[in-house]
């Protein structure tokens, strides 16, 4: 195990991680939310790699990608982590933080999460070693509580407030006050297909590459 040795003071990079299949507003009112109250440099927004028999037809992963580019390019603090979509393989988390934590050594890691992830969390691969690479930050997600599944118990033995981030280099978790934001992907698939045209829980130009590029439609 690493020992909690102090961070330095450069401020903690934020890792979103999901499928974000497309990114939605509920994506971006998270990122903005924790960028701040966490005080992050950045947050690098990593969509997954999907294996190609459980994508979503006719949308790849470099279209999931330019989605983010196109959500984000207004947002200075936000970026595209390519990682896991670089590779021919679906990549456990664990793995890739320990690949960005090689790139970025000198750089303390939070991992953004929805509390919906919290309450399955030590079902993940290393869920500890997630711990031991980085931080974790947990926004709230309507449907989902913190009195669930794994959460009371990650809680009562890792929570901390934000300054945590600045304190240590890895370790804590971050539960945040969020007010509900409601959407899902899976919700806005099911309105593409069924050829809605406004749909305000995704950002205009994702909404207009959908359109133009047809994805989604059944
Ligand atoms: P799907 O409906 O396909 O499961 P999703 O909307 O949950 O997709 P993901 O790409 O799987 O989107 O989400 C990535 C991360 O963002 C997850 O940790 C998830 O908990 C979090 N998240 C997604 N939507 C919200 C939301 N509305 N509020 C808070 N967290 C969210």
Redesign the pocket.
């Known amino acids: 195990m690493m020992t909690d040795t102090p961070a330095s003071p450069r401020s903690p990079i934020g890792i ?6 497309p990114i ?1 507003q ?2 971006l ?2 990122a903005r939310y924790v960028l701040e109250h966490c005080a992050l440099a950045q947050l690098q927004f990593m969509p997954c790699h999907v294996p190609p028999h459980r994508a979503s037809p006719g949308v790849s992963a470099q279209q999931r990608a330019t989605m983010i580019e196109l959500a984000i390019a207004d947002e200075s603090a936000m970026v595209l982590q390519p990682l896991e979509l670089n590779r021919s393989s679906p990549s456990y988390t664990a793995d890739s933080l320990a690949l960005l934590k090689q790139s970025m050594p000198n750089s303390t890691l939070a991992f ?6 919290l309450c399955y969390f030590t079902r993940w691969y290393q869920w500890q070693r997630i711990l031991e690479l980085s931080h974790l930050i947990v ?4 449907g989902y509580s913190r009195q669930e599944g794994d959460a009371p118990t990650l809680l009562r033995q890792y929570a901390a407030t934000p300054a945590a981030l600045h304190q240590h280099t890895h370790g804590k978790i971050i539960e945040l006050n969020n007010p509900d ?7 806005i ?1 099911s309105a593409l297909a069924q050829n809605r045209k406004n749909i305000s829980e995704l950002a205009l130009p994702v909404l207009n590459y959908i359109q133009q590029h047809r994805l989604y439609q059944s």
């Open positions: 979103f991680g999901g499928t974000f299949d939605h509920g994506h009112a998270c953004v999460i929805g509390m919906d992830s926004c709230q997600r309507p934001f409601s959407p899902s992907a899976t919700a698939r």
